[in-house]
């Protein structure tokens, strides 16, 4: 439950990087039920800025996006930037990607921006070590974003009745926090151990999906699991392919988000039960069937594949608008489908058949 | 009065070069009450190319539109090739602007793609001449887009029956001749009357808005339609700016295509009464107000221009989505609110009201 809305789990958030999710408008992501959008803190922090949307009452006010919000914590982002940043205990020094204007991240800071933001859910600052990672930085980097996840805790701890007052939100923000440890088993126990001493209201398994082959991510998460309260949503971070997702639903997890269905989707991509179709192969020019049979999705519902793919190969917008609501249905249906499969104790049975039918291997080269 | 419905006019056709009004989907079009579109020979001929238009039985079903539309006969971006076309009594040989390869169209070949796109209005094949032109060779092409005019005309005629068994369009495609003649009046004049003596269903002005100062154009339409008859629709051919089209419509024309409420909104810059606005300023950062107050497009009833200027500054797709929909709502409202204002009797008023406060001029440079 957030201040905007329930949402059921396990839950897919499609990804709006810059204010956005690419190419799509709120009322095609209510008609395709999405529940709950990403927000990525660090891109909104650069541009438009912060003081532009406190100005607009908000990011839900700026975006015209009246559903439930995630905000990331900026981290991810700033430690994406490698050489253009410096990392102390106090927080992150980086250079931005547009102007590269100097600027300071702290884990209180984060925390104000993202109060600022007015998301419902908050994200609390960790570091992100690469793949592969040496076993004594991740410990030490483990143990930062444990220090780190307190100080976050701490801000809106004290925030309390100024946030109240303050805050664009009418009610309270919920706070997540980051389970780090790279591939380590031990590291992993320790990280998600001190995070739920500190008493989140969700948590979050990071430092996955960043390279690592999938038997390391499945390895990450099978490693942090046990140590995360079942009745606390668990995230796992930028995960991942469809059938990658019912795996970690297998494991677990709650939620996911990933930038897979919109990437692929203005490379050509579509997703189908199938495995990935790359609308631009000749073999499509002629073809009259939507992307996919039965789905339910604008583009399946009005135009052929031989359309869509002309769309991509005259570089038209329209092609990519559809791809993209095409492949966010399939993620959201994929969650739905998981939800119901759940509920009548028959998941297990349509993980396997679902994978075994995805023929996609290793093939999704994101561009 | 087509095959696929009534167009009141005075109507304005959003252009769809390449099988797309640029980013925007059929459905939208519905909802912003679009009456007929425009298609481009030439580039749906070069690709996806004839023969996958007629595999999806016609260009209606191939984009999925269910209403009037118009086909132009690609002789004006044939004769926007400059150097990679040579034009004989014959037809007109070019190389075209994606592979490059060589190709032929005459009068003949221009009627028998345009029966196998089925577009409701098909568009004789004509000589459109840079401004500016030389007497002689105004003179001259005129006279050549006569002869094709007249063998457009032979071949649809002849066509008759064999087309109502083979075309993709239930019933007859209706045929519009071209008027050229450049900027002189004698062969406007000239060129008008051997045009109407060919008898057509419609009756279009070409050859304007290629560069000709404004009060040349204005004349090139003047010394034209005293000699088209009342009862046939009128096409100005690629015009023009806001006050442009009013003022055309004074001047007796009914119908109008032009590609800048799509190309500007991709520029950032959108039409309101008082003219344009270029959303990238920095004056709209902080602005909450619609693009336009009261406007009813989708864009205006949902999202800010403090919004809006985020997406282009940020160059996401929605940015231009919205302003592509608004700009082409802005054109089909201003035709629809001609047509109330001529059934009241008050066009003049409205019209010289609206260019007194459109307050843009000359200050359009398409990118």
Redesign the interface.
Known sequence: MTTHGVVDTPAFMPIGT???V??????ELREMNAQIILGNTYHLFV??GLD?IK??GGLHN???WDGPILTDSGGYQIFSLANLRKITEEGVEFQNHIDGARAFISPEIAMEIQAGLGGDIAMALDECVPYPCEYDYAAQSAELTTRWAKRCKAVTASLGDAHAAHSVAATKQLLFGIVQGATFGDLRKQSAQAIVDLDFDGYAIGGVSVGEPEEEMMRAVESTEPFLPRDKPRYAMGLGTPPQLLEMIARGMDMFDCVLPTRLARNGTAFAAAGTLNLKNAEF??D?NPIEENCTC?ACR???R??IR??I??E???G???ITLHNLHFYLNLMSRARTEIESGTFDQFRKAFVAEYKTRDAITVE
């Open positions: 810059q204010g956005t690419k190419a799509v408008t709120p009322r541009r438009p532009v100005h607009f700026f975006i015209s020019a002629l009259k604008q009005e135009f052929s031989g359309y002309h769309l190969k005259a038209e917008i329209l990519l608008r559809l």
